[in-house]
């Protein structure tokens, strides 16, 4: 087991955020899902400010200007844009990979390795992020200089999206802009739940990161990867078997979950050398995912971001794991134009 692996598991949030901050490629797959996301920058709504808020951290912040935004990690980047607020965003960390824009503005590091200087460096009258941002001196160091910072909650949850679309409306004093966003996202998602209520098919669906150099993990129970297999109506092969979080992988697991579908993100198979390299690790060939060519692999801030983008996600989900539902529209499916 290695060093990183064994931090793992005392830190399973730290590693969702690696898994985030890993360069995302397009969606591909050894069976081809699509690529979901809207493609146009919607219309700005126009802040009603001040505003004041208590974010997840309990702390109370005022914030009068969001002229420059820097979102601290790239969900909160995509959904700052997805509300309109995209050119108000004047820096990005290296999760921030969707829209394409927002790969060209300057970079303020990883998420959890943040330097206040560099923060600082690109004049933000607002600053918003999540719980595992940090470390905390760094913000602390930012707040004493002025510049509000918004903490907004994650849960990992299929709810997690309408949940920090919300708060990071409120906070940028766009609240009516984050309800109409939040309505639409939430339909989507119950369409796709709904269309994956219809399905004959229960596959079982194993969850694996990989990260060239020697990171292997399996998921489990209380992931976001849990949390969106359950939604497609499948059962997730890691929490059935006892996962829990983050876990190394041995290639008994793998064997043991029996896993009708294996799901992992495009970087890290990229890393590894393409789905050769997905095939080498020990346990997988034994797989009737393996035996059935049934391995997914999708854009790390598509599947795992919980993003505006998560109902369209969704239900490429849904009909990639039902065969039965490949050709069925979602009864009242709402638009998925920004």
């Given amino acids: 087991m290695t060093v990183v692996q064994r931090l793992l598991r005392v830190v399973p949030l730290v590693l969702l955020a690696l898994i985030l901050a890993a360069p995302a490629l397009p969606a591909r797959a050894f069976q081809e899902p699509g690529t979901p996301g809207p493609s146009t920058p919607p219309v700005p709504p126009t802040p009603q400010l001040p505003v004041t808020v208590t974010d997840a951290l309990g702390n109370s912040v005022t914030v009068t200007d969001v002229s420059r935004i820097v979102p601290l990690s790239g969900d909160i980047a995509e959904i700052i844009w997805t509300l309109g607020l995209g050119a108000n965003i004047v820096g990005v960390d290296v999760s921030a990979v969707y829209p394409p824009e927002l790969l060209r503005l300057p970079k303020i590091g990883f998420e959890r390795q943040l330097s206040a200087e560099g923060i600082l460096s690109l004049n933000p009258t607002v600053v918003v992020g999540k719980e595992q941002a940090g470390p905390a001196s760094a913000l602390d160091q930012v707040r004493a200089a002025g510049v509000p910072v918004v903490i907004v909650a994650e849960p990992q949850t299929i709810e997690a999206p309408v949940v920090k679309i919300r708060a990071v409306a409120e906070a940028l004093g766009i609240a009516a802009a984050g309800e109409e966003l939040a309505s639409r996202v939430q339909a989507e998602i119950d369409a796709a739940r709904d ?87 020990p346990g997988v060939a034994q797989t009737p995912a393996a035996e059935q060519g049934r391995i997914l692999i999708y854009d790390d801030l598509l599947f795992l971001g919980m993003t505006p983008r998560t109902g369209q996600m969704l239900l490429e989900l849904v009909k990639a794991l039902h065969p039965e539902l490949a050709e069925a529209t979602p009864a009242a499916s709402p638009s998925t134009s920004s």
Wanted: no cysteine; charged share 10%.
């Fill in 195 to 281: 269309l994956a209520a219809q399905a004959t098919s229960r596959p079982r669906v194993l969850f694996l990161y990989v990260r060239g150099g020697g990171t292997q993990l399996l998921a489990g129970a209380g992931t976001v990867a849990n949390a969106m297999i359950e939604a497609a109506g499948a059962i997730d092969a890691g929490s059935d078997t006892g996962l829990q979080g983050f876990v190394p992988v041995t290639a008994e697991a793998i064997v043991a979950a029996q896993p009708d579908v294996i799901i992992t993100p495009s970087s890290g198979v990229e890393s590894i050398g393409g789905i050769e390299g997905v095939l080498a690790i």
